[in-house]
């Protein structure tokens, strides 16, 4: 397999997240399942991002083991650390702040319409509300498992380079498997807030979440680097945790019930195709 064929097939591991994009434009009337549904896509989340923290902190690991044992310096594992530290606390804090500026009320919005019972106009306005907030939850999970992506794609990249060819093509299975179940990931809240999205955000989206596969696999077959690929996982683990987050106090107020049978449901689908990507690998 040359260069050109693995980054063209990781491209496609990449954009298989839209076949569950498109749930975005189905209308859902049940608070159940809407509140099932919301979690299914935090329980994805979740399998993520265990996996992701023990991919990113098993280098760490070696590191200290090898300068505890004398055959590394620790300059290395503080290194490492260091890079691990500050990923995580980007992903998880920037994500925060962004959306607290673009939350930040108008002047309008910041004048109260009157005493008393709720205004007919304020009624209005919280719909709209809730809908924009769901749309910036659904873009923060796609810009989370576009990072998370792009760590997969250096992933691809760098067993590409190093001549294994049978495990790049065995990464590019698993993930073209779990961006499958990612894009109904992201289009989860939408559901919750009875948000039927546009092509164009879906489209946008699947971009953001999918795209950075390829762009990882270009990366990752020019050049190795731990410090990049720690960093990269550390991100976006950081950045899944903020947005898992955001998605269950949602549920908790639809069906806390349903939220915990959604939770178990996502986690078990991101489960199932890790099992596949295993029983593949022999």
């Known amino acids: 397999m040359s260069t050109t064929q693995t980054i063209l097939l990781g491209a496609i591991a990449g954009f298989t997240i839209y076949l569950g994009l498109p749930l975005g434009r189905v209308r859902v009337a049940s608070l159940g399942t809407k509140a ?98 769901a749309l910036r939850t659904g873009m923060a ?36 498997l779990h961006n499958a179940t990612e894009g109904f990931g992201i289009v989860g809240p939408l559901a919750a807030a009875n948000v039927r999205a546009s092509w164009g955000w879906l489209g946008l989206a699947g971009l953001i979440g999918g795209g950075p596969t390829f762009l990882g696999t270009i990366v990752g077959t020019s050049f190795s680097s731990m410090y990049l690929f720690v960093g990269c996982l ?4 950081g950045a899944l945790l903020y947005v898992i987050g955001e998605i269950l106090p949602v549920g908790r107020r639809l069906s806390w019930e349903a939220t915990l049978w959604g939770l178990m449901a996502g986690f078990f689908l991101g489960l199932v195709t890790e099992l596949v990507l295993g029983v593949a690998g022999g």
């Not at 550390?234 to 683990?237: K, V």
């Open 141 to 176: 999970i796609a810009a989370g498992i576009g990072l998370h992506n792009f760590s997969e794609g250096l992933a691809i990249g760098q067993a590409a380079q190093a001549g294994e060819m049978t495990l790049a093509a065995l990464l590019i299975v698993g993930f073209a």
């Open 234 to 237: 550390a991100l976006a683990a």
């Open 36 to 133: 099932f549904l919301n979690a299914a896509s935090a329980g994805i989340l979740v399998f993520l991002l265990v996996e992701i923290l023990a991919h990113a902190t098993e280098p760490v690991e070696d590191a200290l083991k090898e300068a505890a044992e004398g055959q590394a310096a620790w300059g290395q594992f503080a290194a490492l650390g260091l890079v691990y530290a500050i990923g995580f606390g980007v992903g998880l804090l920037a994500l925060f702040y962004v959306g607290r500026l673009r939350r930040r009320p108008s002047r309008t919005e910041r004048t109260s319409i009157g005493p008393g019972a709720m205004a007919v106009a304020e009624a209005e306005l919280s719909q709209p509300a809730v809908q924009s907030a």
